[in-house]
C-alpha cells in the first residue's frame, strides 16, 4: 500500500504539474470570475518561472549531495559492492534491444570500475521496478543487458530484481547477500539520494559505506545564476524535493532512524 500511495501522491503535487492545473484553472475560472481565475492564473504561472528559472533546485541539492563525501580508498578490504536500480529505462530498452539509461548511468560505469579493482568483491544489483503499470522488464534486467559494455561477466554479478523503492532494495539486498558481521560493502547510488538509501540500509541491520556518484552540483548553491530553461529548473527542483519528502515520509514511517542521515562517527 504504501508504494502505490507514494507513487500516485507524486502525480498530484509534482509542483510542475500542480502548477500548470491551477494556471490552466485560474484561466478557465476567469472566464466567470475574473478577479479569482486570474489570481490563481497568476500564482500558477509566477510559480513556475520562480521554480524554473531560481536557484532552489540547487540549494535543495546541495545540502544533499554533500552529506557524504565521495568515496577515498582506506586500504580496507572491500567484500561487496551493492549498486542500486534507477537509472535504467526498462521500456525504450525492451523496445529497442539495447540498455537505455538516464542521467545517473554513473551508477552503471561505477559498477564496471569498482568490479574492477576489486576483483574479489561481491557485486549486486538492487532494482525492480518503480512503475505503476507493469514494466516490460526489470530494470535489473537493463544492467544485465548492459553488462559486457562495461567488460563485467553476468557470473560476477547477482541481481535482486524485486524491488520497488529504496526500502525494499535494502531489506530484499540483505537477505539476499546475508553479510556476515565485519564485512565492507560499498553501496552506489546517486549522491542526492545517499542520505535515505544509507539510512535505509543501517534500518535493516546492513551497515554500508557510502560511494555517491552522480553529483547534479558544484557544491554550491549559485544564488544569482539563473537556469537556462524553466524546463531545467523545475527538473533540478522536482528531483531535490522528491528527495526531501522521501526522507520525511521514510523517517516518519520507520524505514529511517534518522530525518538526515549522515556518516556515523568513527
Known amino acids: 500500500m504504501f508504494f502505490y500511495v507514494s507513487k500516485v501522491f507524486w502525480l498530484v503535487v509534482a509542483p510542475s504539474t500542480l502548477l500548470t ?9 476567469s472566464l466567470r470570475w475574473h478577479q479569482l481565475g486570474m489570481t490563481l492564473a497568476t500564482i500558477g504561472a509566477v510559480g513556475l518561472l520562480l521554480i524554473g528559472l531560481g536557484p532552489f533546485g540547487r540549494m535543495l541539492l546541495v545540502p544533499l549531495e554533500g552529506r557524504f563525501p565521495p568515496y577515498v580508498e582506506s586500504g580496507r578490504q572491500v567484500d561487496g559492492i551493492i549498486v542500486l536500480g ?34 574479489n568483491a561481491r557485486i549486486v544489483v538492487a532494482g525492480g521496478s518503480g512503475r ?18 562495461i567488460g563485467l561477466a553476468e557470473e560476477r554479478v547477482m541481481f535482486e530484481s524485486a524491488s520497488r523503492n529504496t526500502a525494499e532494495n535494502a531489506r530484499l ?17 546517486s549522491a542526492y539520494h545517499m542520505p ?12 554500508v559505506t557510502a560511494y555517491p556518484v552522480d553529483f547534479r552540483t558544484t557544491g554550491v548553491p549559485g544564488y544569482f545564476r539563473l ?16 528527495e526531501w519528502v522521501g526522507l520525511a515520509v521514510y523517517y516518519f514511517t520507520g524505514r529511517i532512524d534518522s530525518p538526515l542521515p549522515g556518516p556515523e562517527a568513527r
Open 21 to 29: 492545473v491551477l494556471a490552466v484553472a485560474g484561466l478557465a475560472l
Open 86 to 119: 534507477g537509472s535504467e529505462l526498462p521500456g525504450i530498452s525492451a523496445a529497442r534491444g539495447q540498455p537505455s539509461f538516464q542521467e545517473s548511468a554513473e551508477r552503471i560505469l561505477a559498477m564496471g570500475e569498482l568490479a574492477r579493482l576489486y576483483p
Open 132 to 149: 505503476l503499470s507493469d514494466s516490460p522488464m526489470q530494470e535489473a534486467d537493463v544492467v544485465r543487458m548492459a553488462l559486457p559494455q
Open 173 to 189: 539486498a540483505m537477505a539476499l547477500v546475508k553479510p556476515a558481521p565485519g564485512e565492507n560493502w560499498l553501496l552506489v547510488t
Open 196 to 207: 535515505r538509501a544509507v539510512g535505509c540500509f543501517r534500518a535493516v541491520g546492513f551497515p
Open 227 to 242: 537556469f537556462s530553461s524553466v524546463a531545467e529548473g523545475l527538473s533540478f527542483f522536482e528531483l531535490a524535493l522528491r
